[in-house]
């Protein structure tokens, strides 16, 4: 059930985090911020705030639309169970795909699918309008949409308009937070050193594992629920869970300040 309590927004904020940092989001985020910082240096860290806020107002509109359609269409009671399903499948997928790609690959780049449905001219394009458009597309494919139209339906059937614009702006949030780190520690590493590429893959290394950590547990979370197992996690847990995952990404940026400095200082001493 999807309500406005404690428990129900740090799950959407967590959700959000997650869905921040899938894989599609980090790799195309990454290569706009590769493109922006010899082109735009300023604004290139600020691309992952420009597509998350696409990307939340797409799914926005699929919530908000489907909350008041909801009013006058009734969806099947089997379409919830299908949704779940293929996002524990999704989830599962994107977890295996990106742990078989961090123990294989030497030069780890996050496994996604999104990213080859959009244009050539778009996926090359700097412009911010750009980066919002691609934003808005990711947030109108068909897992992402499904999904908002559920968290539509359920919200509106236990807490009205408020209940929906209360999740959506928890989970986007979530993932602007997630996604405003990634492109601000990818702009730093590649403006503040001459080897940006590998701090830039040390940073990759980390954040496949923390996608692979929250796949993984959220899919686990999610078939729980869906087998019926009652879960009692309070409001203190709820919040700790959505603390330490805005906690995990503000200390991959910190991290990443760290050792963009310390390389700085090292390459100046030569």
Same mark, same amino acid.
């Given at each position: 059930?999807?309500?406005?309590?404690?428990?129900? @927004?740090?799950?959407?904020?967590?959700?959000?985090?997650?869905?921040?940092?899938?894989?599609?989001?980090?790799?195309?985020?990454?290569?706009? /911020?590769?493109?922006?910082?010899?082109?735009?240096?300023?604004?290139?860290?600020?691309?992952?705030?420009? #597509?998350?806020?696409?990307?939340?107002?797409?799914? =926005? &509109?699929?919530?908000?639309?489907?909350?008041?359609?909801?009013?006058?269409?009734?969806?099947?009671?089997?379409?919830?169970?299908?949704?779940? *399903?293929?996002?524990? &499948?999704?989830?599962?997928?994107?977890?295996? +795909?990106?742990?078989?790609?961090? +123990?294989?690959?030497?030069?780890?780049?996050?496994?996604?699918?999104?990213?080859?449905?959009?244009?050539?001219?778009?996926?090359?394009?700097?412009?911010?309008?750009?980066?919002?458009?691609?934003?808005?597309?990711?947030?109108?494919?068909?897992?992402?949409?499904?999904?908002? =139209?559920?968290?539509?339906?359920? *919200?509106?059937?236990?807490?009205?308009? +408020? =209940?929906? *614009?209360?999740?959506?702006?928890?989970?986007?949030?979530?993932?602007? @937070?997630?996604?405003?780190?990634?492109?601000?520690?990818?702009?730093?590493?590649?403006?503040?050193?001459?080897?940006?590429?590998?701090?830039?893959?040390?940073?990759?290394?980390? /954040?496949?594992?923390?996608?692979?950590?929250?796949?993984?547990?959220?899919?686990? #979370? *999610?078939?729980?629920? =869906?087998?019926?197992?009652?879960?009692?996690?309070?409001?203190?847990?709820?919040?700790?869970?959505? @603390?330490?995952?805005?906690?995990?990404?503000?200390?991959? @940026?910190?991290? &990443?300040?760290?050792?963009?400095?310390?390389?700085?200082?090292?390459?100046?001493?030569?």
């Amino acid at each position: 059930m999807i309500d406005t309590t404690l428990p129900a @927004l740090s799950l959407m904020f967590v959700l959000g985090v997650r869905h921040g940092l899938d894989p599609d989001h980090v790799a195309v985020i990454d290569n706009i /911020v590769f493109r922006m910082v010899e082109i735009r240096p300023r604004l290139s860290g600020w691309a992952g705030t420009l #597509f998350a806020f696409g990307h939340g107002l797409a799914v =926005a &509109a699929v919530v908000l639309g489907v909350s008041v359609l909801s009013v006058w269409i009734a969806l099947p009671s089997w379409i919830g169970g299908v949704i779940d *399903a293929m996002v524990i &499948a999704l989830l599962t997928l994107v977890g295996t +795909l990106n742990v078989v790609a961090l +123990l294989r690959r030497r030069e780890y780049v996050p496994v996604g699918w999104r990213s080859r449905l959009l244009p050539a001219p778009l996926r090359s394009s700097t412009h911010p309008a750009a980066v919002m458009l691609i934003g808005v597309i990711f947030g109108l494919v068909f897992d992402t949409a499904t999904q908002a =139209a559920a968290w539509g339906a359920a *919200a509106t059937t236990h807490g009205g308009i +408020l =209940a929906t *614009a209360s999740i959506t702006l928890a989970f986007t949030f979530g993932m602007l @937070l997630a996604d405003t780190c990634d492109s601000q520690i990818v702009s730093q590493l590649l403006r503040t050193t001459r080897d940006g590429g590998a701090g830039v893959q040390r940073y990759r290394q980390i /954040v496949g594992w923390l996608i692979v950590t929250l796949s993984y547990g959220m899919a686990l #979370f *999610a078939l729980l629920e =869906a087998l019926g197992v009652q879960i009692e996690i309070g409001d203190i847990g709820f919040t700790a869970v959505g @603390l330490t995952a805005a906690l995990s990404v503000v200390l991959m @940026l910190i991290w &990443a300040r760290w050792v963009s400095r310390r390389i700085s200082l090292s390459e100046n001493k030569k």
